[in-house]
């Protein structure tokens, strides 16, 4: 009698390592891996203020992806350069040890909030798909793997670290329209004793 197997996805990192996950689920909040392409498409506005947005930011939540080594008080630093931004990213890891990471955007057409930056190794677009600028913020990221698969990344972000429960919905419902499962979203903590 044959038994029966659960479908498994296997992506090989760049680093050496080997990342495998059941994909019965359509998508699971250790990749962000899911079944099929990157299918909506991301209208954004053409009036984005590279100014207006530079600064603070703070995680408030978003899918979980290994690219991050912060998982809680995480804190960005939007500096406006020619090209985009540099983002400097601080907080805390899994074992509350202090992090810093460094990443660059590069903007692909003035006045739209659409960057590139480097995700896994991969060349891969990050857009600013709603904003007020001074409250919060929602990005997304979409890429496809082979046409098969695709690879979603989101963050709710914000200027304060307890923003208005208003402005996080106005996030999740940003994110449910390009497709996000905002069941998968995770809260980053943001307590009083994130002192960066």
Known sequence: MLCCRAVMLCVVLVMGGVQCQNIEDQQTPS???SVGSCSKTVVLDKNFDNT?????????????????????????EYIQTATGYSVDATGVDINNSPTQQNSVLRQQESNIGRFNTKLSQIEADIAVINTDYDNYA????????????????AWIISRTRQPSRDHIALCQKALFEVGVPIRLLEKVHQGSECTN
């Open 138 to 153: 929602c990005l997304h990221s979409c890429y496809d793997i082979k046409e098969a698969f695709h690879v979603q990344q």
């Open 52 to 76: 207006r947005f530079s600064g603070t930011w703070y995680k408030i939540g978003g899918l979980p992806t290994t690219e991050e080594i912060s998982v809680n008080c995480t804190k960005y």
């Open 31 to 33: 990749s962000g891996v």
